[in-house]
């Protein structure tokens, strides 16, 4: 599919539209920086930017919706670094909390037939963050 690259201050999104296969479906790629998106449910244009006070979305699994701060917070993402997560949005809300979770209505079902392949390329000061909240405990 077609490809473009995003870059920010904290790192660059790389964005790749595809045809999903029964195995891409199966696999359901959920990774901390490397993702695919139900391209159906996308609502209007997609906005890369920083979180705001009072953002809400819902992590698969999850009944209802959590506030970006309070997951961030779960994630031990320190205080300091919160402000550098990105996320990705359209007009119906978040998409995906970058380097961390999906919402639920994005990801990927046993219809879905075309996805947004998203990969995460954080610079060093981002890249820190997940590897703190790699090492940490669950």
């Not at 696999?27 to 809400?56: M, S, Y």
């Not at 402000?83 to 079902?109: F, S, T």
Request: with cysteine; hydrophobic share 35%; glycine share 8%.
């Amino acid at each position: 599919g077609s490809a473009l690259s995003v870059p920010m201050d904290s790192g660059c999104l790389h964005i790749e539209h595809m045809q999903c296969s029964m195995q891409d479906r199966a696999a359901r790629t959920r990774h901390a920086t490397d993702v695919v998106l139900d391209a159906a449910v996308l609502d209007g244009d997609i906005c890369l930017r920083p979180w705001l006070p009072g953002d809400r979305f819902q992590p698969p699994g999850m009944e209802g919706h959590k506030k970006v701060k309070a997951f961030l917070t779960d994630c031990r993402v320190p205080p300091s670094r919160r402000a550098a997560v990105p996320v990705l949005a359209d007009q119906k809300g978040i998409l995906w909390v970058i380097g961390h979770e999906i919402d639920a209505r994005a990801r990927l079902v046993d219809s879905t037939r075309t996805g947004l392949r998203l990969r995460w390329t954080p610079d060093r000061g981002l890249g820190q963050v997940q590897r703190e909240h790699s090492a940490g405990p669950r």
